[in-house]
């Protein structure tokens, strides 16, 4: 299924927008989407609701539910990853308070095939692929939504498996979380993105901030003249020493080292899509080069960055333009960066909500 394209462009429009920079960024919403801001943040004042991200590992669903609460008003949204819940998990036993309060919910809310004790080993104890009691997972998202108050959320990482599709259209009402409304989310990310951002992606080894040396850069880019490689120096202010950035083990490989679960993530969105009765959202990462600036402003477009060293004065010069990659059609496209995603998003949520 090919998702529509969002027009995000206002016409006639010469505002340009730096969307690496927070002020900045917070301006591009208020231009683009003011009404529709305002009208979510009167609506969450008093109601709350359930978004499903539906996206494949690395389509950017912590990023577009970050920003979206960046837009909207952190007070108002939250973003619940069932795979940090789990490992949350592994803290809290590690605690004999926090292990004897996760006990006392569990034995209050957890119904299941496997007693508590052992649902609780099996976590303990599981590798990444495998898959836990959907209703142990129920469970544990419940006791994190129960602390967090009247706020909207948006799901990331449920439903994983086909198995728990059941389970996600009736979400609500086996976590008592009131009546309001609930939708999916589909994100359609070329896996050309997935697969260059995770080959090209370092991170500093001190505070393990995270970036690119091809398609997000650090102010200040190094060269190494004996292996002839450039490389990104972290500028996190809080972190001290300038060191440099480093790539991920295992990154190298790209897509196919998380293959299976691309696969498996596919086919749960092919089935949700097919689902009746819960509104649906349709965001999309990468458009065709033909006539895209009719639909995006070109500050929206990520730019892939290139470097030259200049033996003379002994710096680095950063080239920049436009990234295009193949999608999965084998359309040459551009990547969009995340804001323009999110204002589709606040617009569709919009819609859906009758606001």
């Not at 997000?216 to 202010?237: H, M, Q, R, W």
């Amino acid at each position: 299924m090919k998702f529509p394209i969002f027009k995000t462009k206002i016409s006639n429009d010469k505002k340009t927008f730096n969307l690496d920079d927070p002020v900045e960024r917070r301006k591009y919403f208020d231009y683009k989407a003011g009404p529709e801001i305002e009208n979510l943040r009167d609506y969450l004042r008093d109601n709350t609701f359930v978004g499903f991200l539906i996206g494949q590992k690395g389509s950017g669903k912590g990023t577009y539910s970050k920003l979206f609460a960046e837009a909207v008003g952190t007070e108002y949204i939250e973003h619940i990853s069932v795979g940090d819940i789990v490992r949350s998990v592994h803290q809290d036993c590690s605690s004999p308070k926090k292990k004897k309060e996760l006990f006392k919910f569990l034995e209050k809310t957890y119904r299941g095939p496997l007693s508590l004790g052992q649902a609780i080993k099996a976590l303990l104890a599981r590798s990444t692929k495998t898959l836990l009691p959907s209703e142990f997972i129920l469970a544990l998202v419940e006791r994190k939504i129960s602390k967090l108050g009247r706020k909207a959320v948006f799901i990331d990482g449920f439903p994983r498996d086909l198995d728990q599709i059941s389970y996600s259209l009736y979400f609500r009402a086996l976590i008592g979380y009131r009546d309001d409304p609930d939708f999916f989310v589909f994100i359609d990310v070329p896996e050309a993105v997935i697969d260059e951002r995770m080959k090209h992606r370092v991170v500093c080894p001190k505070c393990q901030t995270s970036r690119s040396i091809k398609l997000l850069a650090t102010k200040e880019v190094g060269y190494d003249k004996k292996s002839k490689k450039f490389y990104l120096i972290c500028d996190n202010p809080e972190c001290i020493g300038l060191p440099r950035m480093v790539s991920k083990e295992g990154d190298a490989l790209g897509i196919e080292a998380i293959r299976d679960r691309i696969e498996a993530d596919a086919k749960v969105a092919e089935n949700l899509i097919k689902m009746q009765g819960v509104p649906q959202i349709f965001l999309r990462n990468a458009i065709p080069v033909n006539g895209a600036l009719k639909y995006v402003d070109d500050y929206e477009i990520t730019l892939a960055y290139d470097y030259e060293f200049d033996k003379k004065t002994n710096q680095v010069k950063i080239i920049k333009k436009p990234w295009t990659i193949q999608d999965n059609h084998g359309i040459k496209s551009y990547s969009l960066l995340a804001p323009p995603v999110v204002i589709a998003l606040i617009k569709q949520i919009v819609n859906v909500l009758g606001l």
